[in-house]
């Protein structure tokens, strides 16, 4: 069973950075995609963004031009670089990777991303 591990979540100031990182427990093959979704705490997870095994990218309007999404295929890791953060960032961050057709999800346990002055 592919686990997807995910790191670099926590407590930062408005218009602070953080990097998150997201790695497989092994290779994985027919990726479809990857992405990050958020779910706030009331509120429906949602898609923050995406890269597919073609390398393009989708991001969401509400952190578009302040996130990016990367990946490192040797390592089967993705990244999600947050910059100038806002209060409205705060969610719980989960890592996504689609497999295979029709696709399989594997998920991340979550991390936290709090911001707040």
């Known amino acids: 069973q592919v686990q997807l591990v995910e790191s670099g979540g926590g407590l930062v100031q408005p218009g602070g950075s953080l990097r998150l990182s997201c790695a497989a427990s092994e290779s994985i093959f027919s990726i479809n995609a990857m992405g990050w979704y958020r779910q706030a705490p009331g509120k429906q997870r949602e898609l923050v963004a995406r890269?597919?095994?073609?390398?393009?990218?989708v991001t969401a309007d509400s952190v578009k031009g302040r996130f990016t999404i990367s990946r490192d295929n040797a390592k089967n890791t993705i990244y999600l670089q947050m910059n100038s953060l806002k209060l409205e960032d705060t969610a719980v961050y989960y890592c996504n990777f689609a497999v295979g057709v029709p696709s399989r999800h594997y998920w991340g346990q979550g991390t936290q991303v709090t911001v707040s002055s």
């Open positions: 890269i597919t095994s073609g390398g393009g990218t």
